[in-house]
């Protein structure tokens, strides 16, 4: 029994040496989450935390940041508001929150595939702005919200030269730029995005997991308008959640203004153009077969 103690001891204190709570700051303005992060360097924002809190390899303790800044207690981060041509959400909102406002008055698809995502306890921690800002992985929703033309404005700080107070900068730009580089800057945070609320007869979003493992799936989603059996727009995307958001502008471009319902040569041109947009999953047939079986799914769910 000594033996046991003593051993048990030196376990949980080798562990308290290597794993150290972090310090956790709570600003209340955008302001000061920004400043803290500038007098913190190796500062982390926080806004849900079902990233960062994610488990190291032998799943017994969770791996934190050594300095965390708490985004909980910014107000001005979880407003949401709607406007005439655009729905407003403040990068806070929790995707449970941003389901309650509802699958009719959310752009087409985006309540199912918020729905999709985890259990709802996750949901109920994990906000849209953090959501966004994983780098290594494209997220359930940016597929879909790049269909919308979805925007993100983000704030930072800029040192200048000689001066004690730096300057506050302001950025608004698609939310595609937050592929790749430059993608987000070191200190800058996503503050608010913001969604074009135009109608769209039809949308859908699809995720597919064919085999046991969760990580490997394929997101296909596509939104469509229709006048007169005459399809008038048609915006369409794939993603792995880690190669990108994979979409071609001048296939949808071709498909605006074909009656519907396709004939079989326009049908097998979809396919092939399909094959093309999924090139970079060489390697993965029954992720480019699937995708163009739900292509033609969506077509024909359009044309009845």
């Given amino acids: 029994m ?68 708490s985004l909980g207690m910014v107000e001005e981060l979880a407003r949401a508001s709607r406007s005439e041509h655009s729905l407003e959400i403040g990068s806070m909102m929790t995707l449970d929150r941003l389901a309650a406002i509802g699958r009719n008055t959310l752009p087409a698809g985006l309540y199912d595939a918020i729905i999709r995502i985890g259990s709802r306890p996750m949901r109920c ?32 700080l800029k040192e200048r030269h000689g001066r004690r107070k730096a300057l506050s900068l302001t950025r608004k730009f698609p939310i595609a730029l937050l592929e790749g580089k430059p993608g987000l800057g070191g200190g800058e945070l996503i503050c608010r995005i913001s969604i074009p609320t ?29 006048e007169k059996e005459v399809l008038t ?4 995307a794939f993603s792995d959640g880690y190669t990108g958001v994979l979409r071609d502008r001048d296939v949808e471009v071709g498909m605006a203004g074909r009656p519907l319902r396709l004939n079989t040569k326009e049908l097998e041109s979809l396919d092939d153009a399909v094959d093309t947009i999924t090139e ?25």
């Fill in 2 to 69: 000594p033996f046991y103690g003593r051993q048990n001891s030196e376990r949980n204190v080798s562990m308290n040496l290597k794993y150290t709570s972090p310090r956790v700051f709570f600003p209340k303005s955008i302001s000061e989450a920004l400043e803290r992060n500038r007098s913190e360097a190796d500062a982390v924002f926080w806004a849900g935390g079902t990233h960062l809190s994610r488990y190291t390899e032998n799943k017994t303790v969770i791996s934190l940041p050594k300095n965390v800044i």
């Fill in 233 to 236: 727009d048609l915006r369409m």
């Fill in 125 to 156: 921690r994990a906000t849209i702005g953090g959501h966004l800002a994983v780098k290594d992985k494209i997220g359930d929703l940016r597929p879909l919200l790049q269909l919308l033309e979805t925007t993100v404005e983000t704030r930072s």
């Fill in 280 to 304: 970079p999953w060489e390697k993965r047939d029954y992720e480019k077969e699937t995708a163009k079986r739900l292509v033609r799914s969506f077509m024909n769910h359009i044309s009845r």
């Fill in 198 to 226: 135009e109608s769209w007869d039809y949308g859908t979003y699809k995720k597919i997991i064919p085999t046991e493992d969760e990580e490997r799936f394929f997101i296909f989603t596509a939104l469509a308008r229709v």
